[in-house]
């Protein structure tokens, strides 16, 4: 039992470190996943601390995985840890029974997990947190209370300013299909092997005032008493999905412009995914590159899922002179984590971005980007 504890030890702290780490990179996405569970679990009012929420629990969670590394506060450690992995089993299985969360977020976008990988996942890391629950007095710290505490709390500070850091710029390390360097045609692509939605044909008929979904093989079981309604594809077991599979660009009358920016030499993307949290202090600033782009024969174009009135108020407000173009919500969040950012595309390869807080000059864009 002792063995198991030690080996357990290393394991959770190791995983809780690497796992706080990669969701403390983007603290901005994790706190959308947590909006995710705040709409499932009918709490929508916590999405105004979603992002604090996010921040914190990752800095908990790198602090207890020092701590536990090197033996610090065991008993504190060993019950925050006990209740935190009952707390998350919880959520994982419900999001697994009842299918309401497809990704827990455990791993950022490092690692997409489904809802029963996740499940299981915190089924091993209960197992694993038993023994040390139970062994959690025999532990002693490596290097001293005194020392180890200090880690524990200098990780726990060191990851509350780096994802803050990572918050107010852009993600360290981008794991997202639309990284700079990433092509987004390329990554609307499903690799040759990839497996396909495995699709069934039902006929829906109607008998007796009840509606019947019959498949191919069971209408040869009816009579003239059954009446055809429809028929429809239901989908039994999804396939795989490229990496980029809901990205599309539309104009204020309809047109699906996608295949046009993503063929263009050069395109600068203002992704706002809701225009009235844009950030208003840089507008200046965009209106300044706008004008360059224009005299330079750069195409720029703004992305966003408001609603036409709003964007047109937005425009008239600011004096902007580029047309927006509308995109879905969750796609603009994804693409950069920044309310407004700055994309720049050639031929749908992603070239460089910038969250308003870095917003660059046409200069140094042009120096380094349009050559």
């Known amino acids: 039992?002792?063995?198991?504890?030690?080996i357990s030890r290393f394991l959770v702290g190791v995983l809780f470190i690497i796992s706080g780490f990669i969701k403390a990179n983007d603290p901005l996405g994790f706190s959308y996943k947590l909006d995710e569970y705040f709409q499932v679990f009918h709490m929508p009012w916590l999405s105004t601390v979603s992002l604090w929420l996010a921040i914190a629990i990752c800095a908990f969670e790198i602090g207890l995985g020092i701590a536990l590394l090197l033996g610090s506060k065991m008993i504190f450690t060993a019950w925050s840890l006990l209740l935190m992995i009952v707390f998350f089993t919880f959520l994982t299985f419900y999001s697994w029974y009842f299918d309401v969360v497809k990704d827990c977020g455990c791993f950022g976008d490092a690692l997409h997990l489904t809802p029963f990988q996740s499940f299981m996942k915190d089924i091993v890391l209960f197992i694993l947190i038993f023994f040390i629950f139970v062994k959690r007095k025999e532990i002693k710290p490596i290097v001293g209370e005194s020392p180890s505490t200090f880690l524990a709390y200098t990780g726990f500070i060191a990851s509350f300013l780096f994802s803050l850091y990572c918050y107010w710029h852009l993600p360290v390390k981008d794991f997202r299909p639309y990284a700079i360097g990433k092509s987004i045609p390329a990554g609307m692509q499903l690799p040759p092997n990839a497996i396909t939605d495995s699709v069934v044909m039902l006929f829906l008929y109607e008998k007796d005032g009840k509606q019947l979904e019959l498949t191919m093989d069971q209408l040869k079981e009816i009579d003239s008493t059954y009446k055809f309604i429809d028929r429809k594809d239901k989908v039994i077991r999804e396939g795989d999905k490229p990496p980029i599979h809901d990205f599309t660009i539309t104009s204020t009358d309809g047109t699906d412009v996608?295949?046009?920016?993503?063929?263009m030499e050069n395109v600068f993307l203002l992704v706002a995914y809701d225009i009235n949290k844009s950030d208003k202090s840089v507008q200046?600033?965009?209106n300044d590159f706008v004008s360059l782009c224009q005299k330079e024969g750069v195409e720029f174009i703004?992305?966003?899922?408001?609603?036409?009135?709003e964007v047109e108020?937005?425009?008239?407000?600011?004096?902007?002179?580029?047309?927006?173009?509308?995109?879905?919500g969750t796609t603009l969040k994804t693409m950069i984590r920044s309310n407004p950012g700055l994309m720049l595309l050639k031929k749908g390869k992603v070239e460089g971005m910038w969250h308003y807080n870095d917003f660059p000059t046409f200069d140094e864009v042009k120096s380094h980007y349009l050559k």
Not at 1 to 6: G, S
Not at 313 to 328: I, K, L, M, P, Q
């Open 258 to 263: 996608t295949a046009d920016v993503l063929q």
């Open 1 to 6: 039992m002792k063995i198991l504890a030690q």
């Open 302 to 309: 703004g992305l966003t899922s408001s609603a036409p009135k």
């Open 284 to 286: 200046g600033q965009v």
């Open 313 to 328: 108020s937005f425009r008239h407000e600011h004096n902007s002179g580029f047309e927006y173009y509308f995109t879905d």
